[in-house]
């Protein structure tokens, strides 16, 4: 039996936050709470997510034993100025690429991932980058990304 993925909708926010926090507590080694910055990533998801023509996607497999999500991958499409390589300035990145505990090693986030790269296709982006931790890592190898030279720099303003 293979692995239904779907387009995440609007009544999938909730469950598309708590799977962020299920992603953000493993990366940082203990629970992150809800609180004013899941509230503002909903608000985004509501205002982003829908209809066809959106520049943001989420993914998802469904729990196989009762409602909620089991995994998902979001991403988005970023527009810079073109350039020879890339003349429309289109980028995609893939973030929020979760799945519930008792699920992994079932191959659901690499089923949602690739839904997200074909969506990526569809809208002609040449390019897709995202973070890896070391848990997804060879996930995303799997799926054909390389590590690049690493010249990202960051500043953060205010506090």
């Not at 809800?34 to 729990?63: I, Q």
Request: net charge neutral; aromatic share 6%.
């Amino acid at each position: 039996m293979g692995i239904s993925v779907r387009r995440a909708t609007l009544a999938d926010t909730d469950e598309l936050i708590r799977l962020r926090i299920v992603m953000l507590s493993a990366m940082e080694g203990s629970r992150v709470p809800p609180g004013d910055w899941s509230r503002r990533a909903a608000a985004e998801l509501h205002r982003r997510l829908p209809g066809p023509d959106a520049s943001l996607a989420a993914f998802v497999v469904d729990r196989p034993d009762g409602p909620g999500l089991a995994a998902c991958a979001v991403g988005t499409i970023d527009v810079h100025l073109g350039s020879p390589g890339n003349p429309d300035g289109s980028i995609g990145y893939i973030f929020n690429v979760a799945t519930d505990e008792e699920y992994r090693r079932r191959g659901l986030s690499t089923a949602c991932l690739e839904a997200l790269l074909a969506w990526f296709g569809d809208r002609a982006v040449p390019t897709v980058r995202l973070f890896a931790t070391p848990d997804g890592q060879s996930v995303y190898e799997r799926l054909g990304f390389t590590r690049e030279t690493n010249t990202a720099m960051r500043l953060k303003l205010g506090s």
